[in-house]
């Protein structure tokens, strides 16, 4: 996590030095490939050649030794800044994904510090993670200063103070394009109709149990007013008191059904406890706890994942688990306008128990057959009919559908945990489906 501004770290003999010069943030963010919305100029001290070097250098050091630096780092903020803890997601510190989400992050930085351009996208989702999170610029100097501090704990001599000097510069550097894409993406928020800054209140209206594991939770906003027309595969954070820990916790979930003007649907799986993973605090509450009635605090929808409405090509939605929330949003929304664009929707679920909205889509088929059609697969089938409520057995093959799912100039939406899109990338390539045509969003950390 690359988390919100740093003011200045590095000594007043660097920053009165001749060899440093200023660039506007601007300038990196086209070369990074943000949209224009996210552009925004602040003044950011630009890398000398040698600080680059730097760096780049310490790559290698961050692959080896990050998680270490990085499992240190969150001890020792959230040590000194236990406020932080209403906005991080503690279950990520107890299973180390956190850590190792930041660890990664700070590697591909340093690799890739002569080329930003390869960091574009990643930037552009942990802006939009950030957002729905209401990190603020005066959190970012917080962070810069431990994890610059854990860098000298950790690995004390063996890194010396011009490489220390190098990383203050870089990290102002990403986090004055991180605060002005930020600060866009509130701005357009708050401007849109029906939009808002910060958290809103919203009511829980209504909760529908969708299968074994998921249950949907219809919000209204408390004060009554408007709600915007997001883009179908967003998400919005909730965030709510869990008494067990003693604070807030935000938790990020996909909207999961087609913009309209009463309610916002997320669909929540309830986390269990399983091996070394601990049970999910925030899902297992709004199981629970959460009433009908009750309020939650709500973010502006964000979110870089989404549906393009204004291509006519073929659209095949492919998801695994409660990766299918968002591709419902999706699907919901290009059959209530009547797109008529052909879709494919393949779902993968481990059995009919867990499978969510099932009645749905096959409403869904029934009433659109003429471009809308289904592929499920289910793992354990004992207690399912084949052609009713599964076509196929096993893992999601695509050699297998490859006539229904590899067409002619279609778009492929792809969600699920990291190692199913893996796969499922992986054998749509084989087919010959161009890498720009796949769009996915992996239901995890962002740093």
């Known amino acids: 996590m690359f988390r919100q501004s740093l003011t200045r770290l590095v000594s007043p003999s660097l920053l009165s030095s001749s060899s440093v010069s200023y660039a506007a943030p601007r300038t990196m963010m086209m070369m990074m490939g943000l949209p224009s919305t996210h552009r925004m100029v602040v003044r950011s001290m630009?890398?000398?050649?040698?600080?680059?070097?730097?760096?780049?250098?310490?790559?290698?050091?961050?692959?080896?030794?990050?998680?270490?630096?990085?499992?240190?780092?969150?001890?020792?903020?959230?040590?000194?800044?236990?406020?932080?803890?209403?906005?991080?997601?503690?279950?990520?510190?107890?299973?180390?994904?956190?850590?190792?989400?930041?660890?990664?992050?700070?590697?591909?930085y340093a690799a890739n510090i002569d080329?930003?351009?390869?960091?574009?996208?990643?930037?552009?989702?942990?802006?939009?993670?950030?957002?729905?999170?209401?990190?603020?610029?005066?959190?970012?100097?917080?962070?810069?200063?431990?994890?610059?501090?854990?860098?000298?704990?950790?690995?004390?001599?063996?890194?010396?103070?011009?490489?220390?000097?190098?990383?203050?510069?870089?990290y102002q550097q990403l986090a004055d394009i991180l605060i002005g894409a930020e600060a866009s993406l509130y701005k357009q928020a708050a401007?849109?109709?029906?939009?808002?800054?910060?958290?809103?209140?919203?009511?829980?209206?209504?909760?529908?149990?969708?299968?074994?594991?998921?249950?949907?939770?219809?919000?209204?906003p408390a004060d009554h007013g408007k709600l915007p027309t997001y883009k179908p595969g967003q998400f919005i954070s909730v965030k709510q008191f869990v008494p067990e820990l003693g604070y807030e916790q935000p938790r990020q979930y996909s909207l999961s059904s087609a913009p309209n003007e009463k309610y916002l649907r997320v669909?929540?799986?309830?986390?269990?406890?399983?091996?070394?993973?601990?049970?999910?605090?925030?899902?297992?509450?709004?199981?629970?706890?959460?009433?009908?009635?009750?309020?939650i605090d709500v973010s502006p929808p964000f979110g870089d994942f989404y549906l393009d409405l204004d291509a006519t090509t073929p659209v095949v939605l492919i998801s695994g688990g409660v990766g299918l929330t968002p591709?419902?949003?999706m699907l919901d929304t290009l059959t209530q306008q009547g797109a008529k664009r052909k879709v494919m929707f393949v779902h993968a679920a481990r059995n009919k128990r867990v499978h969510a909205m099932?009645?749905?889509?096959?409403?869904?088929?029934?009433?659109?057959?003429?471009?809308?059609?289904?592929?499920?697969w289910y793992e354990d089938t004992s207690d399912a009919i084949e052609n009713v409520d599964y076509t196929n057995q096993g893992r999601i093959n695509i050699e297998a559908i490859a006539d229904q799912v590899v067409l002619p100039g279609a778009q492929y939406y792809i969600c699920g945990p990291l190692a199913f899109m893996q796969d499922v990338e992986k054998q749509l390539a084989a087919k010959g489906v161009a890498k720009e045509n796949m769009h996915n969003e992996a239901f995890g950390v962002a740093a």
């Open 115 to 170: 080329n930003l351009g390869a960091l574009g996208k990643a930037v552009s989702l942990i802006a939009h993670k950030h957002a729905s999170l209401q990190i603020s610029p005066s959190q970012y100097p917080i962070v810069g200063e431990n994890l610059l501090a854990s860098v000298k704990e950790v690995l004390g001599d063996a890194v010396d103070q011009p490489t220390i000097d190098a990383w203050a510069v870089a």
């Open 358 to 376: 099932r009645k749905y889509l096959k409403d869904v088929v029934a009433k659109n057959s003429s471009f809308v059609s289904t592929s499920i």
């Open 267 to 295: 669909s929540v799986k309830r986390e269990m406890a399983a091996k070394e993973r601990p049970a999910g605090k925030m899902s297992n509450l709004l199981h629970a706890d959460v009433k009908i009635g009750m309020q």
């Open 191 to 220: 401007e849109t109709q029906g939009g808002w800054a910060g958290w809103r209140p919203f009511v829980v209206a209504r909760k529908e149990v969708e299968s074994d594991e998921i249950i949907s939770f219809y919000l209204e």
């Open 327 to 329: 591709m419902i949003s």
């Open 46 to 108: 630009a890398m000398t050649n040698e600080q680059i070097r730097l760096v780049k250098a310490t790559a290698p050091v961050f692959q080896e030794h990050g998680k270490t630096i990085t499992t240190h780092f969150y001890k020792r903020m959230l040590s000194n800044h236990p406020e932080l803890k209403n906005v991080f997601n503690m279950a990520h510190q107890e299973t180390g994904a956190q850590p190792t989400a930041l660890a990664n992050a700070v590697f591909a």
